[in-house]
C-alpha cells in the first residue's frame, strides 16, 4: 500500500507543473488522477442549510468538516450533513472567517464508525501545478454523482488560489486537491467566469483550528 502511494506520488511530481507535450503525458494526469479519486470522494459530503446547499470535505475521522463559510454561516448555524451513501446526519457550525470565507462544521451526532478523510498538502501550491475540484454542482444528485474537474492553478494572489477548474453554484465550500490527492483549498468564489474561480487556501483553516493559547504562545516565535 504505502509502495503504491509512493508510486503515486512519484508520478504526480513529475506532471506537476509541465504542460503537456504528448498524449502519453495527458494519459500519466489522467491515471494519476483515477488512482486518488477513490479516497477523496469518500470523504465528500453535501451540506444543506433550509432550502441551500453546498459541499464539504471530511478532514478528522469524528466528523470535522472544512467548507465555505458562505455555506455553513455562522457559528452554532444548524446544518444537515448528507454523507457519499446517502446517510443523513445532523451537523452544525463551529468556527467561520467571512473575510476569508473558511468555513468549519463538525458532525453532532455520535458515529459508531470512523470516517473516512483526506488529508492536507504539507507543501504550499504553486503557480502552474495541476489540481481538481470536487463538488456538488447543481446540488445533490446520488444518481449523477459529484462532479470532478481538472485544472491548474492561474495565481496565487494574497494567499487566494485562483484556477481554471470551472465550478457552478452547489460547488461552493468543495475541495481543491493537488495530483497527490492532498486537500489545498475550499472553493469560496464561483461565478460565471473562469476569473471568478476562488478558493481558501489551507492557512485560513489552521488559524481557526489553533487553540487560542497555542496561538498566543506561538506568537513571539512568528515576530522574532
Given at each position: 500500500m504505502q509502495q503504491g502511494?509512493?508510486?503515486?506520488?512519484?508520478?504526480?511530481?513529475?506532471?506537476?507543473?509541465?504542460?503537456?507535450?504528448?498524449?502519453?503525458?495527458?494519459?500519466?494526469?489522467?491515471?494519476?488522477?483515477?488512482?486518488?479519486?477513490?479516497?477523496?470522494?469518500?470523504?465528500?459530503?453535501?451540506i444543506q442549510v433550509n432550502n441551500s446547499s453546498g459541499t464539504g470535505i471530511l478532514v478528522s475521522e469524528k466528523g470535522l468538516i472544512f467548507s465555505a463559510a458562505h455555506v455553513v454561516g455562522k457559528k452554532d448555524t444548524v446544518l444537515k450533513i448528507i454523507l457519499p451513501d446517502g446517510t443523513?446526519?445532523?451537523?452544525?457550525?463551529?468556527?467561520?472567517?467571512?473575510?476569508?470565507?473558511?468555513?468549519?462544521?463538525?458532525?453532532?451526532?455520535?458515529?459508531?464508525?470512523n470516517l473516512p478523510i483526506v488529508e492536507k498538502a504539507e507543501n504550499r501550491p504553486q503557480v502552474g501545478d495541476w489540481v481538481f475540484a470536487l463538488g456538488h454542482g447543481g446540488g445533490l444528485?446520488?444518481?449523477?454523482?459529484?462532479?470532478?474537474?481538472?485544472?491548474?492553478?492561474?495565481?496565487?494572489?494574497?494567499?487566494?488560489?485562483?484556477?481554471?477548474?470551472k465550478l457552478i453554484r452547489g460547488d461552493s465550500g468543495g475541495p481543491l486537491f493537488n495530483l497527490n490527492g492532498e486537500l489545498i483549498g475550499i472553493h469560496s468564489r464561483v461565478g460565471s467566469g473562469l476569473e471568478d474561480n476562488l478558493h481558501v487556501p489551507m492557512k485560513e483553516f489552521d488559524a481557526l483550528t489553533v487553540p487560542p493559547e497555542e496561538d498566543k504562545a506561538a506568537s513571539p516565535g512568528r515576530n522574532g
Open positions: 502511494v509512493a508510486q503515486s506520488a512519484s508520478a504526480s511530481s513529475r506532471i506537476l507543473r509541465t504542460t503537456p507535450q504528448s498524449v502519453e503525458d495527458l494519459q500519466r494526469i489522467e491515471h494519476q488522477l483515477q488512482a486518488v479519486l477513490p479516497k477523496v470522494l469518500s470523504a465528500l459530503v453535501c443523513r446526519i445532523p451537523g452544525k457550525t463551529t468556527a467561520e472567517n467571512s473575510d476569508s470565507d473558511a468555513g468549519i462544521a463538525e458532525i453532532s451526532t455520535r458515529l459508531n464508525k444528485d446520488r444518481k449523477r454523482g459529484p462532479m470532478v474537474r481538472l485544472g491548474r492553478i492561474v495565481s496565487l494572489k494574497n494567499d487566494v488560489i485562483q484556477t481554471d477548474c
